[in-house]
């Protein structure tokens, strides 16, 4: 190939140059800030996601009282800003120390250092705070943020990005009370046209890194890749970074969270669930969990013989259960008092039948008390018409080592079963995307 000639080769060359950041992303270190006072299961989930992109978070205010407010539903959080500024302190002189602070509990990320910092150097900006299209706590000052035609317009304080001097500057320029609202807070610092150009701050209104969800979740949608599952923004066409499940959007938010930071890939379908498993058999039996195994007869049931018979079968050890039947069903009384009768000389830690003429919800209730007052691990709850087909049943779900584990039924050729993929806004039944590729068994 003819070689290029001179007068191009050069404005190729300068082309490259001026398109480079000023330090590439290895050069500069990236600093996960979070506050969170408990480990609730999303903060594991966020923190679980960080080490997915080979991440690590500085967990501020662990086991601190909370004095924020319930700021999933209302003003508060001045906390977080209180507990921040002594942090940053310690990075104020640092230049080249970018920081990311995010809320953990209901946040997920989806990428690592490089695309973090490749994404935040397109802002040309010290500081970039997260958007949408919600101007809260004050609807008022809507009408004093600046012009934005094509994007969100409004701050969102659960995620921003900035170098450190200029962090500490903002969270540092006047006084907040714990129980003050930390968005209103930096919403009136980025009001200020003065402090928004000495600081260099600007919002992603795009969603390049922070893609709140409340009110934007029709713009979003899962990109099932290779080997990773990632949330486009197809109204901006980006890819944001950290996935922000606010207001209202928390069991949205838990749903996708099926999915990113690698806990379901189509390759492997889902790995997060074989995370973290427990190896019950590895047990000595007397150190197997206390097992509440509380029985339901609530509705009368063909084959409840062989169903009590198989329940008597599984092979968890009897000396580490605990036995509750509920019986209302005249025509089962006598099999069911038989039946627990024989059980008395089966090891049990305990057996015990509730009285017939108990409501079911006082029965179920009531198991959930004794599960409690018999220092339980786990509560066992059976109707009369599952069948253990498989004796070590018990010992299989509690190897998983989750905090709930529901079983999943079908009925053949039907699009019914027992599993709900989405709940609606009045808490009832409703259908998610996946549900008919989880309840035909296509997606697991
Ligand atoms: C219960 O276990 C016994 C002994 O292994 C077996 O013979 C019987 O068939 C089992 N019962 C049911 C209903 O599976």
Redesign the pocket.
Known sequence: MASLPPVLFSVIIVLVCTCQPSYSSTDRDLLVLTVATSETDGFVRYIRSLHIYNLDAEVLGMNQEWEGGDIANDVGGGQKINILKQELEKYKDDKNKVIIFTDSYDVIFTSGKAVILDNFDTFDARVVFGAEDYCWPNKDLASQYPRVSFGYKYLNSGGFIGYAPELYKIVTSHDITNQDDDQLYYTEVYLDKQLREKYSIKLDTQAKIFQNLNGQFADVSMKIGEGDVQIVNTVYQTTPVVIHGNGPTKVLLNSLGNYLAKSWTPEDGCLACIEDKKDIGALNKKDYPVVLLAVFIEKPVPFLE?ML??V??LSYPKQRMDLLVHNQIELHKELVSKWVEAQESAGYRSVQQQPYDLKEWHARNNAVDVCLKNDCDVLFSVDGEVHFDN?DTLTLLLKHNRPVLAAMMTRDGQAWSTFWGAVNDEGFYARSNDYMDISNNNRR
């Open positions: 062989e018979e198989k008597a079968n004796p």
